[in-house]
């Protein structure tokens, strides 16, 4: 209960910087964007999400000292792309899902195309955040930031576990296969959240690795979490449909082995993270705290 | 038809780049790509296109003497935002085509949940591509190339071009209307491509600008000569369905001012391109024969 008290006041300021990228505004060097497209990007993004994976980059950021706008804007460019892959597997020719968080998808509130093209144009502001000036960071910092971000969120990350996971009902993964799929679809993000703060600070490479492999075992937790819920919460609970990986015969670990099995692991992958942050003492205590959270959720 | 070789014998070293970019390798900090994800997005980009977009790429680069490898990755990287945007566009609910350069479309061969996957993917690796340190040029440009590829791909360029064709049927803009919505849709692509070589080489500010505007000349006389291919020649000629603007009641500036004009436009635009690239000399001949050949195509 009190960490959601935190995320929500960590969210503050990156509604607010969110809401300013997305306005209908002209940037340098674009002719004015088209409203509609812009109030579909909105509706996508502005709808009250717990914004994990932007308070994970601003945390990891803080601990190598990092300018705190600098972590804004980073944080806001990831959850575009967090949004955008929402937005586009919730299309009719993906899960075909009429609601996310209780509100129409942005499918449903405009139409297909509108909702293809606005998620095209979420995954493309990212890297105009990124590589922008106004961020603040020195060119070698933006550059390798873009380079993390497309690594997972492309086709050896995020994209590729979406794909996989189309397969999945079909190709019966194993138990490897399901891991990998799920450190591919939901794990990459949540990896380059982690290390997108050591990227940002100028963190040694030894911590920016450091940060990553924590990202790596709350994106598992995260996702063993997920599959857990999955099979016990009802709908109204998560705000969107639950039981449907049941339904579709996909496997997850839970199913695999039992909803006992989860909980232990995840009580070991919350310790693997809270060593992982142990050189930063008192500085991390927050985010020793955010993967309790991921791994003890309840929606 | 001189031109043609030329554009097919700069095409081929540029076609086993994007072999090489697209295969199923494992790329440092990834996971193995899925092969039916690669296998859609080598569909949508290895298909015979003219790769003109590469070629200004390339050609305006040679100007002022950057380095050819580096040249050949930035329009590999174009050249797979060109793709993602065609792939995205033949969709069922964009333009619902299922022929490109008289082979099945990529959602035709695969389906729709790949080609919107496929797409996206095509997307991020440009972005991967650019910010990559293997292109061996300063962190700095590499930045500065992500940004304005960003902006004309953006929601204020290609997408949000792609947005106002869509309402176009139904809002039916005016003359201005739809100047705007061409300088987006296509002509900020084309008019990144002519302004990257400028930074790919370092070039003084006016030279960028320079290079930008002649590509936003031959971006226009692209369009118009488009415009008066779709009126004027069949579907075998273009490999594509054609007439399907006038069909849906969309107006073009052809359709308003008649093919005479259009012509007399093309010429137009073609001396200002010309113009501008009288500081190059004899070094800029290539660019040249380009300008002409956009504007007098005929497939």
Same mark, same amino acid.
């Given at each position: 209960?009190?960490?959601?008290?935190?995320?929500?006041?960590?969210? @503050?300021?990156?509604?607010?910087?969110l809401?300013?990228l997305?306005?209908?505004?002209?940037?340098?060097g674009?002719?004015?964007?088209?409203?509609?497209?812009?109030?579909?990007? /909105?509706? $996508?993004?502005? =709808?009250?999400?717990? /914004?994990? !994976?932007?308070?994970?980059?601003?945390?990891?950021?803080?601990?190598?000292?990092?300018?705190?706008?600098?972590?804004?804007?980073?944080?806001?460019?990831?959850?575009?792309?967090h949004?955008?892959s929402?937005?586009?597997?919730?299309?009719p020719?993906?899960?075909?899902?009429?609601?996310?968080?209780?509100?129409?998808?942005?499918?449903?509130?405009?139409?297909?195309?509108?909702?293809?093209?606005?998620?095209?144009?979420?995954?493309?502001?990212?890297?105009?955040?990124? @590589?922008?000036?106004?961020?603040?960071?020195?060119?070698? !910092?933006?550059?390798?930031?873009?380079l993390?971000?497309?690594?997972?969120?492309?086709a *050896?990350?995020?994209?590729g *576990?979406?794909?996989?996971?189309?397969?999945?009902? #079909?190709?019966?993964?194993d138990?490897?296969?399901?891991?990998?799929?799920?450190?591919?679809?939901?794990?990459?993000?949540?990896?380059?959240?982690c290390?997108? &703060?050591?990227?940002? $600070?100028?963190?040694?490479?030894?911590?920016?690795?450091?940060?990553?492999?924590?990202?790596?075992?709350?994106?598992?937790?995260f996702?063993?979490?997920?599959?857990?819920?999955?099979?016990?919460?009802d @709908?109204?609970?998560? *705000?969107?449909?639950?039981?449907?990986? @049941?339904?579709? &015969?996909k496997?997850t670990?839970?199913?695999?082995? $039992?909803?006992?099995w989860?909980?232990?692991?995840? =009580?070991?992958?919350?310790?693997?993270?809270?060593?992982?942050?142990?050189?930063? *003492?008192?500085?991390?205590?927050?985010?020793?705290?955010?993967?309790?959270f991921?791994? =003890? #959720? =309840?929606?």
């Open positions: 209960m009190g960490f959601e008290i935190v995320l929500s006041a960590r969210a @503050a300021p990156l509604e607010a910087m809401r300013q997305l306005d209908a505004r002209t940037l340098s674009e002719i004015a964007r088209p409203e509609r497209l812009m109030a579909a990007m /909105r509706h $996508g993004v502005l =709808n009250g999400g717990k /914004r994990l !994976r932007p308070f994970l980059v601003m945390e990891s950021a803080a601990l190598f000292s990092a300018d705190g706008e600098a972590a804004l804007r980073v944080a806001a460019a990831l959850e575009c792309v949004c955008y929402l937005i586009h597997d919730d299309l020719a993906m899960d075909d899902d009429d609601l996310r968080r209780g509100q129409p998808t942005v499918h449903k509130a405009f139409d297909d195309a509108t909702a293809i093209l606005a998620g095209d144009a979420l995954l493309t502001l990212a890297f105009d955040i990124l @590589a922008d000036e106004a961020t603040m960071l020195p060119a070698e !910092r933006r550059a390798a930031l873009v993390a971000l497309a690594r997972a969120a492309g *050896g990350g995020m994209v *576990g979406q794909t996989l996971d189309l397969e999945a009902e #079909r190709s019966r993964p138990e490897a296969g399901i891991i990998r799929l799920q450190a591919m679809k939901t794990g990459a993000l949540i990896r380059f959240a290390e997108a &703060g050591a990227i940002i $600070g100028g963190a040694a490479q030894e911590d920016r690795e450091r940060l990553a492999e924590f990202g790596s075992a709350i994106g598992l937790a996702q063993l979490a997920d599959d857990l819920l999955d099979l016990t919460a @709908a109204h609970q998560m *705000g969107k449909a639950t039981g449907k990986d @049941a339904a579709a &015969g496997a670990l839970v199913a695999l082995h $039992g909803a006992g989860a909980r232990s692991q995840l =009580n070991g992958l919350v310790g693997q993270a809270h060593a992982l942050l142990e050189p930063y *003492g008192e500085q991390a205590v927050l985010l020793k705290e955010a993967a309790k991921v791994a =003890n #959720r =309840n929606s």
